[in-house]
């Protein structure tokens, strides 16, 4: 099963220094941006207060597919960003400095959906390794990471030239109980669509 986790960075951060009723507005608006521009038929399992949790049983989409879905999710979560950063500037509020966009991309077979009511459960130790590397040591808030058992599933030589916009890095984590994970990182942040927006200021 694949799983995708776009999350956002800062979430926390932001909360802290926003008014409540402001930032509910502005991440809802955010993860609501996300699941409309999911284009490869993700499912959604659950959302996760600055998260969603896609899954996608059966065959994997083609890797290329997979990249262009990740920077769709890139461009247009900070093209709504921008126009939210407007809506509210009156408020004086740096929105579009404290907030990115991590996604964790991570395949695994122990994986169970477990149906609760209307809602599609995801459990197993493979969820919980796609949870845990979202607690890594990479120093970036935007980012694109493969766990390994995802390179896994296709054939990367050419992986370099469909991240064309930035190196791919390597990593490793070692989180209890699970032992080392091995994965990949691309920085999305020379994707950012406001980058030329904002060296035009």
């Not at 997979?66 to 009156?90: G, N, V």
């Not at 390794?129 to 040591?137: D, G, S, V």
């Not at 990367?156 to 190196?167: G, K």
């Not at 791919?168 to 699970?178: A, D, M, T």
């Amino acid at each position: 099963m694949l799983i995708c986790i776009p999350d956002i960075s800062g979430f926390t951060k932001f909360m802290s220094a926003t008014e409540a009723e402001l930032s509910s507005k502005v991440i809802l608006a955010l993860l609501n941006q996300i699941i409309y521009a999911n284009e490869i038929g993700l499912r959604v399992s659950e959302i996760e207060g600055d998260a969603v949790l896609f899954f996608k049983r059966g065959e994997l989409p083609p890797l290329k597919k997979l990249i262009d879905q990740c920077t769709f999710f890139y461009s247009e979560f900070y093209k709504k960003l921008a126009s939210l950063d407007d809506k509210h500037e009156m408020q004086n509020k740096p929105i579009i400095k404290s907030l990115g966009l991590k996604i964790i991309l991570h395949y695994g077979e122990n994986v169970e959906a477990v149906n609760i009511g209307k809602h599609i459960k995801l459990m197993g130790e493979d969820v919980v390794i796609a949870h845990k590397l979202l607690k890594n040591t990479i120093d970036k808030d935007d980012y694109i990471l493969f766990s390994q058992t995802l390179l896994d599933q296709y054939n990367t030589n050419d992986l370099d030239q469909r991240l064309f916009w930035s190196p791919l890095n390597q990593g490793e984590e070692n989180y209890k109980h699970i032992g080392d994970v091995n994965y990949a990182y691309v920085d999305l942040k020379p994707l950012n669509p406001l980058n030329k927006t904002n060296t035009n200021k």
